[in-house]
């Protein structure tokens, strides 16, 4: 039962990616972590969304074996049980080519704060990594990307960094589970947006003030959060 919910949710959150508009054809991702049972459930390589059922959602543990679903995992699997291992408040997992964090990706430039939008995503400009050296690529791929991700985090947690670019390819978002990395996918495609609407504007535009920024991640994040509704245990 607990399993099956598990992939009726990474489904969900796969569907989500393309009622978002974040996927073209099969290029997007989702998973979700279940710490206890040490799996992770996530979509299936190559399997087009319209045919997809939460059947073909396949179940691999954190060591890498495939233990429930008859279908291949994502060519992605070993970079999403890197970010699983390395962030212990890591509980799911996006990766898209959307555009426009694409654009920022290929460009190798960061997503400059310059607005509220961004602000209340996240305390600072959405980083870039470094790019993966030619010994990374040719040897374990998935993996090193895996580990530039968790490198350009730099223990600094997901609520902090929730979104890297890996430089030339695209983003992988962290959330608490895949619901949550969902949205903040979603947030983080319309930033991305809305900064290059911002530069094609002013190209010399400056991040948004300090005071303004700390105001708002701290309204929706941290211990004195009052963004929405107070929850029982607040
Ligand atoms: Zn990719």
Request: net charge negative.
């Given at each position: 039962?607990?399993?099956?919910?598990l992939?009726r949710?990474?489904?969900?959150?796969?569907?989500?990616?393309?009622?978002?508009?974040?996927?073209?054809?099969?290029?997007?991702?989702?998973?979700?972590?279940?710490?206890e049972e040490?799996?992770?459930a996530?979509?299936?390589?190559g399997?087009s969304?319209?045919?997809?059922?939460?059947?073909?959602?396949?179940?691999?543990?954190?060591?890498?074996?495939?233990?429930?679903?008859?279908?291949?995992?994502s060519?992605?699997?070993?970079?999403?049980?890197?970010l699983?291992?390395?962030?212990?408040d890591a509980g799911?997992?996006v990766?898209?080519?959307?555009?426009?964090?694409?654009?920022?990706?290929?460009?190798?430039?960061?997503?400059?704060?310059?607005?509220?939008?961004?602000?209340?995503?996240?305390?600072?400009?959405?980083?870039?990594?470094?790019?993966?050296?030619?010994?990374e690529?040719?040897?374990d791929?998935?993996?090193?990307?895996?580990h530039?991700?968790?490198e350009?985090?730099a223990?600094?947690?997901?609520d902090?960094?929730?979104?890297?670019?890996?430089?030339?390819?695209?983003?992988?978002?962290?959330?608490h589970?895949?619901a949550?990395?969902?949205?903040?996918?979603?947030?983080l495609?319309?930033v991305?947006?809305?900064?290059?609407?911002?530069?094609?504007?002013?190209p010399?535009a400056?991040?948004?003030?300090?005071?303004?920024?700390a105001?708002?991640?701290?309204r929706k994040?941290g211990?004195?959060?009052?963004?929405?509704?107070?929850?029982?245990e607040r």
């Amino acid at each position: 039962m607990r399993r099956r919910e598990l992939r009726r949710r990474v489904f969900e959150a796969n569907l989500d990616l393309v009622r978002h508009g974040l996927v073209t054809l099969t290029w997007g991702n989702a998973s979700e972590v279940d710490r206890e049972e040490a799996v992770m459930a996530i979509k299936p390589s190559g399997v087009s969304y319209d045919e997809m059922t939460d059947d073909d959602i396949v179940v691999v543990s954190l060591d890498g074996t495939v233990v429930e679903g008859s279908r291949r995992p994502s060519s992605d699997t070993l970079t999403h049980l890197v970010l699983y291992r390395d962030l212990p408040d890591a509980g799911g997992v996006v990766h898209t080519h959307s555009t426009f964090a694409t654009a920022f990706a290929q460009a190798r430039r960061e997503i400059p704060l310059f607005g509220t939008t961004h602000a209340d995503f996240a305390p600072d400009a959405v980083p870039v990594s470094r790019a993966l050296r030619a010994d990374e690529i040719e040897g374990d791929y998935e993996e090193n990307t895996g580990h530039v991700l968790t490198e350009t985090i730099a223990g600094r947690g997901i609520d902090v960094v929730p979104a890297v670019l890996v430089a030339n390819h695209g983003p992988f978002v962290v959330g608490h589970d895949a619901a949550d990395a969902l949205e903040r996918a979603v947030t983080l495609e319309q930033v991305a947006k809305m900064a290059w609407l911002t530069l094609g504007l002013d190209p010399r535009a400056q991040p948004v003030g300090e005071t303004l920024r700390a105001k708002h991640f701290s309204r929706k994040h941290g211990p004195d959060a009052y963004y929405g509704q107070p929850t029982l245990e607040r």
